[in-house]
Structures are given as C-alpha cells and as structure tokens.
C-alpha cells in the first residue's frame, strides 16, 4: 500500500544539535523505501512574516511578538503545505511546531498559558517526540555550524527552553527520546515510536 486515505503527520522537537533535522529525512526515507509518499518540512519556515520580524520589524522583537508571528507562520503553514499533504495521503515530517513557540518563547519570557492558548486551535499532529540533550552538548556538537537564529543559542537561555520542553513531556504532549545517544540509537527508539501509528505493521 503506497498511498494512506490520511497522511500521518509527524513532528520533532527539541533544542538545536539535538538530530532533529537528520532524523526527520531518516524518517522521509524510510517512508519512502516503504513505497509510502512523504515530505519533509520545518518552522519557522521562510514565509515573508518570518523574514519581516526577523529584518525590517527586528528592533521590536519580543516573547509576544515572535509568539504571534511565529503562530500566524504556523497557521498558513498548515494551510498550504501541511493539510494540503495529508489530504493526498502523504506523511508530513515536521522540524519542530507550535511546541517549539511555547519553548522559546516561554523561555524568551512570555508567560508559558499564554503561548499555549495563542497555539490553542493549531493543528494537532498524531505523533510529537521530543528530542532531549543537555544544552552544552548540543552546543558542542554545532559549533562552528550556521544558525538561523543565533540569538536564541545561549547556555542559560537553552536550559529554560529544556524545562518548558520537559513540562510539555510531564503534561503528556511529547514523548521523550534520549538524544545524547549514537544517531543510529535514538533513530531506532524513534522509528518504534512511529510504527505505533501503524496498525498494519507497513512501516
């Protein structure tokens, strides 16, 4: 079976050098040697809100302002890459969603409620696994690596993202993995995650 009559929509999450982009085309390819279609995408993504805030409106960056630009980048987002794609039966593989918004903005200092009921009616996806490392081995394993958002790649600000990444695992939203670990490791752990979805053992 090659086509779902729903694609499966899939999100990691988690501090940077944590794996998540090498794992979510690991999962892509894997869904593809299976005969099943599948995309990858990522947010924030580059949509002209993103690049504004992040250029022409940057000097009026804050907690709330990244909150609700970054939610509007989430909701066209779902509108014209994410639904589209698992209405055609194709699994979607997000780098991060609106659990990274509650992390950092959280963290950024907007209170973590309001970050969730800003977020409150995005779309849920079926499967969200947070990829957890402690903040200086993330940053060891990027260094010297480029970063789309430089200003967020802080020791003690990274920490703060973790527990509010660790309060959404408490409250049962994420599932934790174990990230400090080989790649192949944590993929395994991962891809067991993700065969739970399938009842007719396809994956």
């Not at 794996?19 to 099943?36: E, N, P, Q, R, V």
């Not at 002209?48 to 992040?54: C, F, S, T």
């Not at 960056?61 to 794609?85: E, G, N, S």
């Amino acid at each position: 079976m090659s086509r779902l009559s729903r694609g499966f929509f899939i999100v990691l999450e988690g501090i940077d050098g944590a794996g998540k982009t090498t794992l979510a085309k690991m999962l892509i390819d894997m869904f593809k040697s299976k005969g099943m279609e599948a995309v990858y995408t990522y947010e924030p993504t580059d949509s002209l809100i993103v690049r504004a805030v992040k250029g022409e409106y940057s000097s009026y960056r804050d907690a709330y302002v990244d909150a609700l630009a970054f939610a509007l980048d989430r909701l066209i987002h779902v509108k014209t890459l994410i639904q589209p794609m698992l209405e055609k039966g194709v699994c979607v593989v997000s780098d991060r969603y609106f659990y990274s918004s509650i992390a950092y903005q959280s963290a950024m200092g907007a209170p973590f409620e309001w970050v969730v009921e800003v977020n409150k009616y995005a779309l849920k996806p079926d499967l969200a696994i947070y990829l957890d490392i402690p903040p200086e081995v993330a940053m060891a394993r990027r260094q010297g690596l480029p970063s789309r958002f430089p200003e967020f790649e802080e020791k003690e600000f990274l920490n703060r993202v973790r527990q509010n990444y660790k309060r959404m695992v408490a409250q049962g939203w994420l599932l934790e993995v174990d990230a400090t670990r080989e790649v192949q490791a944590v993929y395994s752990e991962v891809l067991e995650k993700v065969r739970s979805l399938f009842s007719s053992g396809m994956v």
